[in-house]
Nanobody, 126 residues
Framework: QVQLRESGGGLVQAGGSLRLSCAAS????????MHWFRQAPGKEREFVAA????????KYADSVKGRFTISRESAKNTVYLQMNSLKPEDTAIYYC???????????????????WGQGTQVTVTS
């Protein structure tokens, strides 16, 4: 069982930056790829970014490429999402997800995941 807790969301103007954190209850760097999803009001949950075990590779949704960066800090069992050049369309609840152990980094279907955090709200104003 892995518990995930996101933090770092908030209100920001367009063009601004935020850094989200996802703290895991157990060590994940050697076991789990880690992922960020988001869900805007009235829309389906969508894949944002992924980082493989040991952080050797990353994947991004086309809508965030070049603006968002995912990273992981093994010593803190934490994954980050650095979000730059934010746009109003980035407004959503952002979720951290992982598991099972063999899930490929960048799997886009939310139903494939075992563990989710509670989410953190990001609001970007124009």
């Amino acid at each position: 069982q892995v518990q995930l807790r996101e933090s770092g969301g908030g209100l920001v103007q367009a063009g601004g930056s935020l850094r989200l954190s996802c703290a895991a209850s157990t060590r994940t760097d050697s076991t789990y790829a880690m992922h960020w999803f988001r869900q805007a009001p009235g829309k389906e949950r969508e894949f944002v970014a992924a980082i493989s075990r040991f952080g050797t590779s990353t994947k991004y949704a086309d809508s965030v490429k070049g603006r968002f960066t995912i990273s992981r800090e093994s010593a803190k069992n934490t994954v980050y999402l650095q979000m730059n050049s934010l746009k109003p369309e980035d407004t959503a609840i952002y979720y951290c997800a992982t598991g099972p152990e063999d899930i490929a980094a960048g799997t886009t279907c939310p139903h494939e995941y075992d563990y989710w955090g509670q989410g953190t709200q990001v609001t970007v104003t124009s």
